[in-house]
T-cell receptor, first 115, second 116 residues
Framework: SAVISQKPSRDICQRGTSLTIQCQVD?????MFWYRQQPGQSLTLIAT?????????ESGFVIDKFPISRPNLTFSTLTVSNMSPEDSSIYLC????????????FGQGTRLTVV | AQTVTQSQPEMSVQEAETVTLSCTYD???????LFWYKQPPSRQMILVIR??????QNATENRFSVNFQKAAKSFSLKISDSQLGDAAMYFC?????????????FGTGTLLAVQP
């Protein structure tokens, strides 16, 4: 199994500012993912964080708005840039131990409120 | 594209009773995995149970079991002997088995309340 530490757990930010969310895994993982969960809704994949290359973004999400870093096999960051109230959501980090391992492990999420 | 549908936004069950949560999905793939995740108020996503599409036998984990109907593309979760700690949002999820990506596609969730 894997334990994922995500921080901050929550934040209240001013519109127009940026917030960087950190995700640390206690073991090396091949694949890391960032999801957004808008209030009362399901999880939507933002991007796959690739180690050593640019992240792969899903339709509707762009690098300028959600830049992602993945400097090694245990760590990733997601930045929410130039925030607006519509960015108020829970952001979750997820990881798989390997491409063959079907179980996804999740961080505890970051609750972001933009005012 | 694959989709996952949960038609029950909310469900309620009495403690010690049994409840079934519904999930249907759409895919043209033959190799895939299905999951049920639980999200309590703490926001931590917890894997409840998983099913490999190539397995005919329904998965079981203690009080949790699934009814996997591949032809009907149905994947329901049965919770037996419900406990107060089972109260949470439950998400059904799909993952392709091709290995190219491990990303999960989630349904909209079912909020389960457990009445004492």
């Amino acid at each position: 199994s894997a334990v994922i530490s995500q921080k901050p757990s929550r934040d209240i930010c001013q519109r127009g500012t940026s917030l960087t969310i950190q995700c640390q895994v206690d073991s090396q993982v091949t694949m890391m993912f960032w999801y957004r969960q808008q209030p009362g809704q399901s999880l939507t994949l933002i991007a796959t964080a690739n180690q050593g290359s640019e992240a792969t973004y899903e339709s509707g999400f762009v690098i300028d708005k959600f830049p992602i870093s993945r400097p090694n096999l245990t760590f990733s960051t997601l930045t929410v840039s130039n925030m607006s109230p519509e960015d108020s959501s829970i952001y979750l980090c997820s990881a798989h131990l390997s491409t063959q391992n079907t179980e996804a492990f999740f961080g505890q999420g970051t609750r972001l409120t933009v005012v | 594209a694959q989709t996952v549908t949960q038609s029950q936004p909310e469900m309620s069950v009495q403690e010690a009773e049994t409840v079934t949560l519904s999930c249907t999905y759409d895919t043209s793939e033959s190799d895939y995995y299905l999951f049920w995740y639980k999200q309590p108020p703490s926001r931590q996503m917890i894997l409840v149970i998983r099913q490999e599409a190539y397995k005919q036998q329904n998965a079981t984990e203690n009080r949790f079991s699934v009814n996997f109907q591949k032809a009907a593309k149905s994947f329901s979760l049965k919770i037996s002997d419900s406990q107060l700690g089972d109260a949470a949002m439950y998400f059904c999820a799909y993952r392709s088995g091709g290995g190219a990506t491990n990303k999960l596609i989630f349904g909209t969730g079912t909020l389960l309340a457990v009445q004492p």
